[in-house]
Each structure stands twice: as C-alpha cells, then as structure tokens.
C-alpha cells in the first residue's frame, strides 16, 4: 500500500491552527515538537511502567493506597513512542481497509475513536497510562467500557479512581460526558496533570497543522486540512476540562 503525504493540499492550503479559539503560532522552548511527538528520547522510570519521574513518584504513591484497599494497579500502555503509534495506526487503516473493506476516510473515522494520529497522542509525553485491576480474571480485551461499570470486573477499580486518583494528581481524560466530541469514553485512561497540563499548553502553541504536514503514512492522501483542524479540536482539546 503506497504511502503519501499527511495532508492533502485544498483551497485553504496552509491553514494555521490561530483559527482555534486558544491556539497561536508562537513557539515555546520548554518542551520540544520532537519531544511532544514522540520522536525524541525521554527519560522514563519503572520497569514496565515507563513515565517520566514525577508521574512515576506519584504513581507509585497511588499504587500503595490501592493495595491497601486491595486493588492491584497493572499499567496496560503508558509511554508510546511515534513509531508505536504509527504502527498502531497503520495496523488498524490496513485491518478495516483491506480486510473489512471500508472506505479509507471510514477506516480513518474508526481508528480515531478510540486511537490517535501518530505524533499527536498523549501517550507520547510519559504522563499517560491506561490503568486496570490485575486482579480479577478477565477474558478477552480488558479495555472495554463495560468492564468498568456495575457488575463488571473493574467495578471496584472504577470507584476507588473517581474517589482518589485525582489526590495524586492523575485524571480522568476522556470522560462519559454526553456533549464531549472526539475519542470515546475511556474509564482506563489517566493523566499526570501537573506535567500533561503544561505540555498540553506547550503542544498547543505549536503549529501542530504544519508538523503534521511533514508526516507520511498510510490513508494520508485522503485527510484535508479542514479534517485535521476537527480532529485537533475534537480529539486533542476536547477534554476533561481539568486538564486544560
């Protein structure tokens, strides 16, 4: 399958993000765009955890008060690099396209529920992790939304979270809110909001369009600038609003 540039040139060619409310094209040096898109090496802690330091100390912490509580913390994905997700990605454009045979910008639409364009996800900063209950026995994939409700084996996992996660300074991403546009409702998803929440702001300052741009994998040639310009107010910035 032929790769091609990320976005296809249209009649607003080179459109900047200064059309979104909050977003500008002046740069800031704290973090880097390699950085911010998962291209640049960081320094991660925890075997088999991989977060920077104070997200790692604070998770740490938070695992202890679980145990106590019997619940036993297992990190399902934390840091990804670009590389990663793009793989994620193009597994997935590969798997609907060809073998369910969907229209690319259908396969697209699909993958963003639950999954990012590679370079823009939140995974690659190492403030992110998808978090479960090791402890119950669970079939089949553990990130499901019903397996976090009544009856479900991470019941108990849900509510210890909503009761104390936030203590640690880690939230809740994508949350059951009926208005909240972009990725669905992921009850596994946590962020360590001290860092995420100026790293966010630093990404945003970005022209995140134009380093886009520069980017070249599958399904690409069927994305316009007015789509991503949609997906980044819909699915990077569309929220819970306690880590804006």
């Not at 699909?110 to 479960?132: F, M, N």
């Not at 079939?139 to 979270?161: A, H, N, S």
């Not at 134009?210 to 819909?234: A, C, M, N, P, R």
Request: proline share 4%; with cysteine; hydrophobic share 30%.
């Amino acid at each position: 399958m032929e790769r091609r540039l990320f976005i296809k040139k249209s009649g607003v060619c080179g459109l900047a993000l200064t059309m979104t409310p909050g977003i500008s094209l002046l740069q800031d040096d704290k973090y880097s765009i390699e950085e911010l898109m998962g291209k640049q090496d960081i320094e991660l802690y925890g075997d088999d955890i991989n977060l920077r330091k104070e997200a790692y100390d604070a998770y740490i912490e938070m695992r202890k008060a679980a145990q106590n509580e019997g619940i036993e913390f297992k990190i399902v994905s934390s840091y990804r690099s670009f590389d990663r997700q793009l793989a994620i990605y193009e597994r997935k454009y590969v798997k609907y396209t060809e073998e369910e045979d969907m229209e690319p910008l259908t396969a697209i639409d699909k993958i963003i529920e639950y999954s990012t364009i590679p370079g823009t996800s939140r995974h690659h900063w190492g403030t992110d992790i998808d978090l479960i209950d090791g402890n119950p026995k669970v079939d089949g994939d553990v990130l499901v939304p019903e397996k976090f409700e009544t009856g479900g084996p991470f019941e108990k996992f849900k509510l210890w979270m909503d009761e104390n996660s936030e203590k640690y300074g880690y939230y809740l991403v994508y949350t059951n809110n009926a208005k909240r546009r972009g990725f669905k409702y992921e009850p596994w998803h946590y962020s360590y909001a001290p860092l995420s929440r100026p790293m966010l702001k630093s990404f945003r300052l970005k022209n995140i369009l134009k380093q886009l741009e520069k980017e070249d994998f599958l399904g690409s040639e069927h994305l316009t600038t007015e789509y991503v310009k949609t997906y980044i107010e819909d699915n990077i910035l569309d929220i819970n609003p306690d880590l804006l």
